[in-house]
T-cell receptor, first 114, second 113 residues
Framework: EAQVTQNPRYLITVTGKKLTVTCSQN?????MSWYRQDPGLGLRQIYY???????DKGDVPEGYKVSRKEKRNFPLILESPSPNQTSLYFC?????????????FGDGTRLSIL | GNSVTQMEGPVTLSEEAFLTINCTYT??????LFWYVQYPGEGLQLLLK?????DKGSNKGFEATYRKETTSFHLEKGSVQVSDSAVYFC????????????FGSGTRLSIRP
C-alpha cells in the first residue's frame, strides 16, 4: 500500500531535549516536505526536499533541521525544542518537483513541548 | 506572491443540506487548484483538483470549478452526510511548477444528523 509513515504519532517531552520525528515514503517520490498545522493558521511549510541531499527552507524553518540521505526518508529534527514548537506536524511527498501534482500526507505527529 | 483565502469556519449544517465553502486565490500565471480533506486524526487527502480555467474537479459528490474571471474555486456538495464532517483545505500550486503548494487556513465542517 502506498503510504507516508510518520513516527511517533504522539510525543510529550520537555524543553531542550533533542527529538527526531521520522518520515518514510514507499512511493519512490522525489519531493518531500514537512508542515506544521496550528489553529487558524492552516499548514505552514517548515522544510522541503527536491531530491536526495537537496533540502531548502520553507516559511517557518527556525528551530528545525532536516536531512535527506536516502530518497525514502526525511526526518525532522528539533535540536532544542521549545514550547512554541508544540504543534501538529505532517510529512508529505509527491512524485516529482512539479507543484501541479498532488501531495500525499502522513497521519501526523502531535508534539507537546513542556 | 501567491495566496489562498477560504471562508472561516466552523460551518455547521444538517444532513442533506447544500454545502458551499468559498475559496479565492491570487496567483502569478495559471496555478493548479486543489481541495484537500482532513478527517479527524488523519492526514490530508486529496479530494479533487483542477489544472486550468473552466475545469471542474469532482469526487465523492463534491465539485469545484476553476473560475479564472473571479479567481475562485468554491467547493460544493448537493447533499451532505454526517461522514463529510472534516476540515477542508483549499490549495494552489506555486508561481512556478517547481515551487511549493500554498494552503488556505482550512474550514471545519460539522454535519448534524
Amino acid at each position: 500500500e502506498a503510504q507516508v509513515t510518520q513516527n511517533p504519532r504522539y510525543l510529550i517531552t520537555v524543553t531542550g531535549k533533542k527529538l527526531t520525528v521520522t518520515c518514510s515514503q514507499n512511493m519512490n517520490h522525489e519531493y518531500m516536505s514537512w508542515y506544521r498545522q496550528d489553529p487558524g493558521l492552516g499548514l505552514r511549510q517548515i522544510y522541503y526536499s527536491m531530491n536526495v541531499e537537496v533540502t531548502d527552507k520553507g516559511d517557518v524553518p527556525e528551530g528545525y533541521k532536516v536531512s535527506r540521505k536516502e530518497k525514502r526518508n526525511f526526518p525532522l529534527i528539533l535540536e532544542s525544542p521549545s514550547p512554541n514548537q508544540t504543534s501538529l506536524y505532517f510529512c508529505a511527498s509527491r512524485i516529482g518537483t512539479d507543484s501541479n501534482q498532488p501531495q500525499h500526507f502522513g497521519d501526523g505527529t502531535r508534539l507537546s513541548i513542556l | 506572491g501567491n495566496s489562498v483565502t477560504q471562508m472561516e469556519g466552523p460551518v455547521t449544517l444538517s444532513e442533506e443540506a447544500f454545502l458551499t465553502i468559498n475559496c479565492t486565490y491570487t496567483a502569478t500565471g495559471y496555478p493548479s487548484l486543489f481541495w484537500y480533506v482532513q478527517y479527524p486524526g488523519e492526514g490530508l487527502q486529496l479530494l479533487l483538483k483542477a489544472t486550468k480555467a473552466d475545469d471542474k474537479g469532482s469526487n465523492k459528490g463534491f465539485e469545484a470549478t476553476y473560475r479564472k474571471e473571479t479567481t475562485s474555486f468554491h467547493l460544493e456538495k448537493g447533499s451532505v452526510q454526517v461522514s463529510d464532517s472534516a476540515v477542508y483545505f483549499c490549495a494552489s500550486s506555486g508561481y512556478s511548477s517547481a515551487s511549493k503548494i500554498i494552503f488556505g487556513s482550512g474550514t471545519r465542517l460539522s454535519i448534524r444528523p
